[in-house]
């Protein structure tokens, strides 16, 4: 069965970077685009962008151009989003999804000093 | 950018009561997903391109609409559809979700 894995929960401090993972199994990763997306109480469900994990073409949303970047690592199925400079407002879960049916259980990301 | 406007925000609904949200779209769109959301889990799709029922999903649900104008129904309130429901526009980037409704029972 189809399965996304994510990355635990992450503390990090004002100004840092953090890199988020997504693991694949049950299907063949390179077929499918791998889309990441933020949750907060304040904005809601947020798209952030997409990778192509076969040819490695991405699609930002514009509000996230500068702040995510994502990759994917087909030798092990896995899909990464870094995320710079970070403030207060990057405090989120962050889901990475095959769209619409598969969604990885969301990774927690907590800014703070 | 495709903007999304649900409504109501909230509603509280008896069980057996009829549910209808709606969701108004900036522009046309031709494809409309809508999510259930339950406390401290991940979006689950609920129904696929308007008005078609993701896998196990109770009959009492459906979708319709076209265009602008998008609504998510449940004939049957359930104390197991207590939740939050979203709307989802896959027409354009970037793809873009409705604020939510949470649905309660009375």
């Known amino acids: 069965q189809v399965q996304l894995q994510q990355s635990g929960a992450e503390l990090v401090r004002p100004g840092a970077s953090v890199t988020l993972s997504c693991k694949a199994s049950?299907?063949?990763?390179?077929?499918?685009?791998m889309h990441w997306v933020k949750q907060t109480p304040v904005h809601g469900l947020e798209w952030i962008g997409a990778?192509?994990?076969?040819?490695?073409?991405?699609a930002y949303n514009q509000k996230f151009k500068g702040k995510a970047t994502l990759t994917a690592d087909k030798s092990s199925s896995t899909a990464y989003m870094e995320l710079r400079s970070l403030t207060s407002e990057d405090s989120a879960v962050y889901y990475c999804?095959?769209?619409?049916?598969?969604w990885g259980q969301g990774t927690l990301v907590t800014v703070s000093a | 950018e495709i903007l999304l406007t649900q409504s109501p925000a909230i509603i509280a609904a008896s069980p057996g009561e009829k549910v209808t949200i709606t969701c108004s779209a900036s522009s046309s769109v031709s494809y409309m997903n809508w999510y259930q959301q339950k406390p401290g889990s991940s979006p689950k799709i609920w129904i696929y391109g308007i008005s078609n029922l993701a896998s196990g999903v109770p009959a009492r649900f459906s979708g319709s609409g076209s265009g602008t104008s998008f609504s998510f129904t449940i004939n049957s309130m359930e104390a197991e559809d207590v939740a939050t429901y979203y709307c989802q526009q896959r027409s354009s980037y970037p793809l873009t979700f409705g604020a939510g409704t949470k649905l309660e029972l009375k």
């Open positions: 999804t095959r769209f619409s049916a598969y």
């Open positions: 990778i192509d994990p076969e040819t490695g073409g991405t």
């Open positions: 049950g299907y063949t990763f390179t077929d499918y685009e």
